[in-house]
């Protein structure tokens, strides 16, 4: 921002002293609201004393206006009721003299050539980034909005060259303009019509192609009927014409009443803080606000409207479309922009008959005026279109329950999705109502409250409302009635459709093709947060290109949540809606079946690939229509047990509770890796006690037999091995009675693992050897190599570390022959500790480092963290206390990380080392 007095520049001052200069000028001769002003300078959180301080820049700026200029062109800030007001010739702010320039081209019979000389001087007043140096929310949605401002003046400008037969003019300017706005249409049909004016042809068909290219790729949308038919001209040979405004046409009589049509603000709003801050920033000429039904889009819309109505002195226009109401059709397009001309003052005999002379007319009379128009529950982008006013003086806003993507891509759109509120934000909507007090008084049950009602301000709303009027009751009730989900929509039921989620929910659903409502219905019976989309592909036996079809049908109704690419979520009411619109139930038994069958084959088919020696168990053949899963390797397997680790838990939890016990200890052995892996040891528990109740339901022994083991191993890896040894004893003995050796062999090598004490090494090589007699005996090479290294392992134990370096050394062997690089890792690891304790550091550090880099490779945390910790042992037992103070550090973030018990031997090993101080003197000493 400058100032310039006699040619010279004058200094304003301070940044927030730029800021009200600003705010005052752009709307130079015109009061100013104190308020207004405060908004524009301090934004959504002004300090205490705002006041006092728009006063003192007031008071410095007319120390320094006083100084620009002389006699009576000097400039002034006056104070006005209510505000203030910059007192000066507009023609001298760039700005309004830029707009003056502008709107004189638009007046009745301008000549050709005075447009294209005014425009040209217009878009020459332009200079670099407008009011670059404020900070701050107005100012950048200044600098938005006047960037879209002259963008239109330019391509004006370009086509008035046109009339005047100087294309090559405009070129240079379009041609930066359209490098840096890819995606403007207009401004790409501009350039095409100069290009084509000036001979350039193919160079027009060149940008034409370059601009479509982007939009389908970037925006996934083709051009629009303008540029189109821009295109097409060119293609003919015709000379394209710009789409001229319509001339203005007289204003009737101005009764003196500006349009204000806003519904009534709620006085209860709360919550929403960030969604106002970001339409706050705005400053596009239209905002699509879309969500689900009851999210509570037109409660935004409208209080936002009231928040900043002042902006618009000329009046709001507001209109319910009534895209999804059920008493009737839609509004039509010639019906809403009929009631805009009668609150615009347009009589019923002046208006002209048709819908395109109608908008001509209403955008004409729009064009030099500030108005918001909110156009609520719109349908589609269809019956918004015709009601979007051409200048770029007015704000529109919209609602739908669709997302309006064709607003977005064509029109420009800012979009906007609202999701459920936080829970901070479901305790403010509640206590608006009800009263922070009764509100703090039952925490427990307003929680359970907010999450019966899934966060839905709707929802949150009607509890609230049966609250009210059952002071005497405690909150708890309530609570009670809402838990139970099966009867939740009964309890949220209103007295009116507008106010019953059912009834709300049912007017988007209706509106759903017969697959679109099928698939809708199914994922009612999904049990995970949310769902993929092979996997919904599975749900409804339908393949997965047609399920993505589907999934965006519903996306677009804002029934779902594509809350991550490709992975859809729906609130807890619209489960619950889903559920009750649900299928048969030989239907649903099917569709629960494919489910299951679709995450028990994918998950065995990743399993494999993350320990492809691990001896398989047999799954039955998958349903009809279940889409396969297919990974390409380890790390494509370990990615998606990584994003389906909450859904397959809930799967097994599904199989086991809808009568599938197969699928449930199945699905729990095939995490059984996975979850080791990531060191997610209490979800493997609670998924092995699933697999092992669902196994003896079979009953099958094997499958106890592989359960009990797993459970085993859960609580062993919890620090359990009391609780461990039980499950061991009972798979052990469930392995000798189906006569299953290699399972015995395993088992006897977990045992070996619990007896890792003092009192139990010993012991421990003993179950180690019977173990590596019985994978000889089945030829088993991998569990021989796991029963060398165990023997090995526990042979150190007790200090035997050239006896325990050569069984591991047995063990490598078999495991670099077998390339398994999980077992290679765990020897290079226990051969480590061997070479350390016989005093060969040296050697037992590349022994951990190797082991190290095997861990990181694989992504197991635990053994990286045990490793780690045995390596800075190597450090300190060479007085390398740096590399050991590291070395330990690391350890100790994985396994806080993990929650594990080693941590605190860990700390304490770190706050035992000597401080920096004493190592220094240490080394003065060895020098």
């Not at 009576?72 to 003299?97: F, K, S």
């Not at 890819?182 to 095409?192: I, R």
């Not at 615009?344 to 002046?350: F, H, I, S, T, W």
């Not at 401080?915 to 000493?925: F, G, K, N, P, Y």
Request: proline residues 6%; hydrophobic residues 45%.
């Amino acid at each position: 921002m400058e100032v310039e007095a006699a040619g010279a520049p004058v200094a304003i001052g301070a940044p927030r002293q730029r800021c009200v200069l600003a705010a005052l000028a752009v709307d130079a001769g015109r009061p100013v609201p104190v308020q207004t002003l405060i908004d524009r300078v301090w934004g959504p959180e002004p300090p205490q004393r705002v006041r006092h301080a728009l006063y003192v820049y007031v008071a410095r700026l007319r120390k320094v206006l006083g100084s620009a200029g002389s006699g009576g062109h000097r400039p002034a800030v006056t104070r006005r009721a209510g505000g203030y007001l910059l007192d000066v010739d507009p023609d001298r702010v760039d700005l309004h003299r830029y707009r003056r320039l502008v709107a004189r081209t638009r007046e009745p019979g301008c000549p050709a050539a005075d447009r294209e000389a005014l425009l040209r001087q217009a878009v020459r007043l332009w200079r670099g980034v407008p009011v670059a140096d404020l900070a701050g929310e107005w100012p950048a949605r200044l600098r938005r909005s006047w960037a879209q401002e002259h963008l239109d003046t330019v391509v004006a400008w370009a086509d008035a060259t046109l009339d005047v037969d100087d294309p090559t003019a405009s070129i240079g300017l379009l041609t930066e303009l359209a490098g840096q706005y890819p995606y403007h249409e207009s401004l790409a049909a501009a350039l095409m019509r100069a290009l084509h004016a000036a001979g350039r042809s193919a160079d027009a068909l060149h940008h034409y192609a370059r601009t479509r290219r982007r939009l389908v790729d970037d925006l996934g949308t083709e051009p629009g009927r303008d540029l189109q038919s821009v295109h097409q001209a060119v293609l003919r040979g015709d000379a394209p014409r710009p789409v001229r405004t319509p001339a203005p046409v007289p204003r009737q009589p101005d009764t003196g009443i500006a349009p204000a049509q806003l519904p009534a603000d709620l006085s209860t709003f709360s919550g929403r803080t960030d969604h106002l801050r970001l339409l706050d920033a705005q400053a596009v000429p239209i905002v699509a606000i879309a969500g689900t039904a009851g999210v509570g889009k037109t409660t935004l819309a409208v209080h936002w409207a009231h928040r900043i109505r002042d902006r618009f002195p000329d009046g709001q226009l507001y209109i319910n479309l009534r895209g999804f109401d059920p008493t009737g059709p839609p509004v039509q397009a010639t019906e809403a922009v009929r009631r805009f001309l009668d609150a615009l003052g347009v009589p019923a005999e002046r208006s002209p008959t048709g819908l395109d002379a109608q908008v001509d007319l209403y955008r004409t009379l729009l064009a030099d005026r500030r108005m918001l128009i909110v156009l609520d529950n719109a349908h589609d982008t269809t019956q918004v279109r015709p009601l979007l006013p051409g200048g770029s003086g007015c704000l529109t806003v919209v609602t739908s329950r669709n997302q309006l993507t064709g607003l977005v891509a064509a029109d420009g759109a800012h979009p906007m999705t609202l999701d459920l509120l936080s829970p901070d934000e479901s305790r403010q909507l509640l206590a608006g109502r009800l009263g922070a007090d009764r509100i703090a008084a039952e925490p427990e049950a307003v929680d359970d409250i907010i999450a019966s009602c899934a966060r839905l301000p709707l929802a949150l709303a009607i509890a609230a409302a049966r609250a009210a009027v059952r002071r005497n009751h405690p909150l708890a009730a309530l609570a009670g009635e809402l838990r139970d989900a099966g009867a939740r929509l009964d309890a949220l039921a209103g007295d009116e459709p507008y106010t019953d989620p059912r009834a709300v929910f049912s007017w988007s659903y209706r509106a759903l093709s017969a697959d679109g409502a099928r698939l809708f219905r199914l994922l009612g019976l999904y049990p995970g947060p949310d769902i993929p989309v092979a996997a919904a592909a599975s749900l409804a036996a339908v393949p997965p290109k047609h399920t993505q079809v589907l999934l965006t049908e519903l996306t677009l109704a804002n029934l779902v949540v594509e809350h991550a690419p490709g992975r859809y979520s729906l609130h807890d009411l619209l489960r619950a809606y889903a559920v009750e619109r649900s299928e048969s139930e030989q239907e649903r038994r099917a569709a629960t079946h494919r489910l299951l069958d679709h995450y028990l084959h994918a998950g065995c088919a990743a399993d494999r690939l993350l320990s492809p020696y691990r001896d398989p168990i047999t799954v039955a053949p998958a349903q009809p229509g279940v889409t396969a899963e297919s990974f390409a390797d380890a790390q494509q397997a370990l990615a998606w047990f990584t994003a389906e680790h909450e859904c397959l838990l809930a799967a097994t939890g599904l199989a086991a509770a809808t009568g599938f016990p197969v699928h449930a200890w199945q699905l729990a052995w095939a995490l059984g890796t996975v979850l080791d892996l990531r060191s997610r040891w209490d979800d493997w528990l609670r998924t092995q006690h699933i697999g092992l109740e669902a196994a003896q339901r079979v009953p099958d022994l094997d499958a106890q037999a592989l359960a009990h083991r797993l459970l085993g191993r859960a609580h062993l890896r919890l620090n359990r091995p009391e609780q461990a040894a039980v499950h061991f004893q009972r798979a052990l003995g469930l392995f000798q009675e189906v006569q299953d050796r290699t399972g015995e062999a395993r088992v006897h090598l977990d045992i070996n693992a619990v007896l890792q004490h003092p009192d139990g090494y010993r012991r421990a090589i003993g179950h180690a050897a019977q173990a590596l007699d019985l994978y000889r005996t089945a030829g088993h090479r991998l569990g021989q190599a796991r029963a060398l290294n165990a023997i090995g392992w526990s042979h150190m134990q007790i200090r035997e570390y050239r006896s325990g370096i050569a069984y591991c050394q047995q063990a490598l062997a078999i495991y670099d022959d077998l390339a398994d690089r999980s077992g290679q890792a765990s020897v290079w690891d226990s051969i480590g500790y061997g070479h350390h304790h016989l005093g060969d550091h040296a050697q037992a550090s590349r022994c951990y480092r190797h082991a190290l880099d095997l861990y990181r490779e694989l992504g197991y945390r635990y053994p990286q963290a045990a490793t780690l910790d045995r390596l800075g042992d190597v450090h300190l037992a060479t007085g390398d206390y740096a590399n050991a103070r590291q070395t330990w550090r690391r350890a100790l973030t994985i396994l806080d990380e993990l929650d594990h018990a080693d941590a605190p031997r860990v700390r304490a090993k770190l706050r035992a080392l000597p401080d920096r101080r004493t190592w220094t003197l240490a080394a003065l000493s060895r020098w």
